[in-house]
Every structure is written in structure tokens, then in C-alpha cells.
Nanobody
Framework: QVQLVESGGGLVQAGGSLRLSCVAS????????MGWYRQAPGKQRELVAA???????NYGDSLKGRFTISRDIAKNTVYLQMNSLKPEDTAAYYC???????????????WGQGTQVTVAS
């Protein structure tokens, strides 16, 4: 019912920057939260950054200051600005939306397909 499409990943040299975008389409009544997670091969998926409906944000350990999450609610879009990239940032990055599809308390969670970020050393 909701589709998330990510873009902006690619290959970048250490110290470089990338900006990821994720746009949602489909049945969205309201958005409770948006977030970015990443997963490297053999590693657990970890939080990169999240932003809740009130606008407050939280970041994974050691990422605040290099990564910035932002949103455009009108466009159902969340962004991740990544600066000073390091080889250890290499991973598949997934966007996540928690949405309501009508009045009431029921929320639904959706994930994007992932976009690969590779930081060359």
C-alpha cells in the first residue's frame, strides 16, 4: 500500500559527501516517523537517524555531526545528508516510514529496497 523509493547512493571517496532521498507514495494518512537504517554484510541493521512527527531527531552513535536527517512532509520525502564519509560507512541504506492510514491508533511500518553506499579508501 505504501512504496518507498530511495536514491542518491553510489561510490564516493573517503571524506566525500552524499545526499540520500526517499520518497513515499501510496496510502498515507499521516506520518509518525521517518528514519534511515543501514546494514553491512554480516552485520546487524543499525539506526542511522530518525525524525518523529514533532520534528525531534536522534542519531546513531558517532553519526551526529556528520549525518543530518531532514524531511519534506508535503512531498512525503526524507533526506539524509552524509558528510565526511568513512570506509566504515559502507553499507546498504534503508529508509523507513511509520504511517497511519486513517483515523485511529493503528500504525504501519514500511521499508525501502535499500540503496548502496560505498566509500572507497
Amino acid at each position: 500500500q505504501v512504496q518507498l523509493v530511495e536514491s542518491g547512493g553510489g561510490l564516493v571517496q573517503a571524506g566525500g559527501s552524499l545526499r540520500l532521498s526517499c520518497v513515499a507514495s501510496g496510502r498515507i494518512f499521516s506520518i509518525n516517523a521517518m528514519g534511515w537504517y543501514r546494514q553491512a554484510p554480516g552485520k546487524q541493521r543499525e539506526l542511522v537517524a530518525a525524525i518523529v512527527s514533532g520534528g525531534s531527531t536522534n542519531y546513531g552513535d558517532s553519526l551526529k555531526g556528520r549525518f543530518t536527517i531532514s524531511r519534506d512532509i508535503a512531498k512525503n520525502t526524507v533526506y539524509l545528508q552524509m558528510n565526511s564519509l568513512k570506509p566504515e560507512d559502507t553499507a546498504a541504506y534503508y529508509c523507513n516510514f511509520v504511517v497511519k492510514q486513517g483515523y485511529g491508533r493503528t500504525s504501519y511500518e514500511y521499508w525501502g529496497q535499500g540503496t548502496q553506499v560505498t566509500v572507497a579508501s
